[in-house]
């Protein structure tokens, strides 16, 4: 799916520079005026994310700026709302609860279908911390609790138009974790695909 993903960023990613020739003249010699687009935008994110055999949602929100009609820059923070990924403990014999939190920085290189519809290429490379809930209360030195991990976040996102400032998007994305050094936990662990539905405001 990595290189289908990557094949179709390239894709996007020179149709995007090509839609608009130097004084807005178009691939076929006609002069054309596009919209400007908002400055800035603002979206709530909510994510599905198959990890430890299992999916958690994943919630937050992301702002940032148009640089033009075709890139879109950005920051998002997210948090793992839900508190059914478990890690094993074979010392203790029993499952310790994961806790995720992260940031990210935002990149989008968009594609437009219609007036309606749009398809974007991000790039969303992040530091996070993950944790097990309640770690401390087993008795277990809080030093080794909580651990940073590094990650990138490609992925497809296909938004809709539904009024003149808000869109909807339906993506998939593929995390890959590095770093992670916490007791029980691998890269493996949270590292794999992420399913996406955001709304979006701003002048796109």
Not at 71 to 82: C, D
């Amino acid at each position: 799916m990595k290189p289908i993903i990557l094949i179709l960023f390239l894709l996007i990613f020179n149709s995007s520079f090509a839609q608009r020739l130097p004084g807005g003249v178009s691939p076929d010699g006609e002069y054309q005026t596009e919209k400007k687009r908002n400055n800035f935008y603002a979206g709530f994110v909510a994510k599905g994310a198959n990890f430890l055999n299992d999916w958690g949602l994943e919630i937050g929100g992301k702002v940032g700026a148009n640089l033009n009609n075709s890139v879109v820059l950005g920051i998002g923070f997210y948090s793992l709302l839900t508190r059914n990924l478990k890690v094993w403990d074979s010392f203790r014999s029993r499952n310790n609860i994961l806790v995720l939190g992260y940031g990210t920085i935002e990149t989008e290189f968009s594609h437009k279908i219609s007036d309606n519809l749009r398809i974007s290429f991000n790039f969303a490379p992040g530091l996070g911390r993950a944790d097990y809930q309640n770690f401390s209360a087993y008795g277990i030195d809080n030093t080794s609790s909580g651990d940073w991990f590094f990650f990138v976040e490609p992925g497809l996102v296909l938004n809709w138009k539904v009024s003149d400032i808000f869109w909807l998007g339906i993506g998939y994305h593929y995390r890959s974790t590095f770093g992670v050094n916490l007791t029980g936990l691998k890269n493996s662990d949270i590292s794999g695909s992420i399913l996406s539905l955001s709304i979006s405001t701003g002048n796109f």
